[in-house]
């Protein structure tokens, strides 16, 4: 499996990536721990939780980051098998790649019309990218060069973090949260700005008493629909697997109306042991990759 394949690769990293992040000062972390390094004169335009666009004058990328639960999930056992469940109808045909080696990682290459795709194993983390390179001019040595910088770092802060506050959640776990934020200890409710976050944690016994399972795909259905909501559309292919700080979990998401206001909502469900569940309920603005927020990291 590639697992296995990747936290090898991993080892034979180390002695380039210093270099390459002298070279390179600029950094992009996804939220699996996935860290792309690139020149200053690069802009990050656009990003999502594992999609990142970035540009200079010549050289246009797109980084989509494959997590290791989606391969295992979706049994994504080779790179020809991710990038054809990447593109998800004809564009490319398995074996229309050709073999590339960066720096001591061994990946696919394809050409797409004016684009070419790169998809290549990140590390220990077991993700996979696939990047997607249009120049105008650009040097495609620079483009790999940053490809090759692809590496995992742990964002584990362990359980010794003090954020400042805390109170205790459905009477047996405890979640911490800073300053910026107010807390609503009755409703479980983190507010900051035009953010907030409703934590809550399903115990064994309650989920035995719903009749639900312990799999926070379940829970999620239960979470959207338990006060039963016409308005909602449950759409089973937008729920993503994601790691945030070495918790995996599930990441559903969907536009809602307030108040005449558009708003984002982001579930973000992962068991906590092996029987306790987390839900997390964000409501933020349109646009804002609030699960990639240091703050909400943090605090989950």
């Known amino acids: 499996m590639l697992r296995r394949f990747f936290a090898i690769m991993t080892l034979l990293l180390l002695v380039g990536l210093v270099s390459a992040q002298e070279d390179f000062p600029e950094e992009y972390i996804f939220v699996d721990g996935t860290v ?15 999609d990142m666009y970035m540009a200079n004058g010549s050289i246009d990328m797109r980084f989509y980051i494959v997590y290791e639960r989606t ?18 109808d004809d564009t490319y045909e398995i074996g229309e790649e050709e073999t590339i080696t960066i720096g ?43 490809i090759e910088t692809l590496h995992y770092e742990s964002l584990s802060t362990g359980i010794e973090t003090v954020l400042g506050n805390s109170f205790t959640v459905d009477d047996s776990w405890m979640i911490e949260y800073p300053d910026a934020w107010t807390a609503n200890t009755i409703e479980q409710n983190l507010v900051r700005d035009d953010v907030s976050m409703r934590v809550e944690v399903y115990t064994a016994e309650e989920i035995t008493a719903l009749d639900l399972k312990n799999d926070p795909i379940e829970i999620l259905y ?5 006060p039963v909501d016409g308005s909602i559309e449950f759409d089973p292919s937008a729920i993503v697997f994601l790691n945030v700080r070495g918790l995996e979990g599930i990441r559903y998401r969907f536009a809602d109306t307030v108040d005449d206001a558009t708003i984002q909502r982001v579930y973000f469900l992962a068991p906590l042991n092996t029987e306790d569940v987390l839900a997390v309920e964000i409501t933020a603005p349109i646009g804002s990759n609030i699960l990639q927020d240091a703050d909400v990291q943090d605090m989950i």
């Open 222 to 226: 239960y979470e959207l629909f338990a």
């Open 36 to 50: 792309v390094n690139f020149p200053s004169d690069f802009l990050v335009y656009d990003e999502d939780y594992e």
């Open 104 to 146: 001591e990682r061994e990946g696919i290459r394809f050409e797409n019309g004016d684009n070419t795709l790169i998809v290549l194993p990140v590390g220990e983390n077991g993700s996979v990218a696939v990047v997607t390179i249009q120049l105008d001019g650009g040097d495609e040595d620079l483009a790999l060069r940053i």
């Open 71 to 88: 391969i295992q999930s979706q049994e994504l056992d080779s790179l020809p098998i991710i990038l054809e469940w990447y593109f998800g």
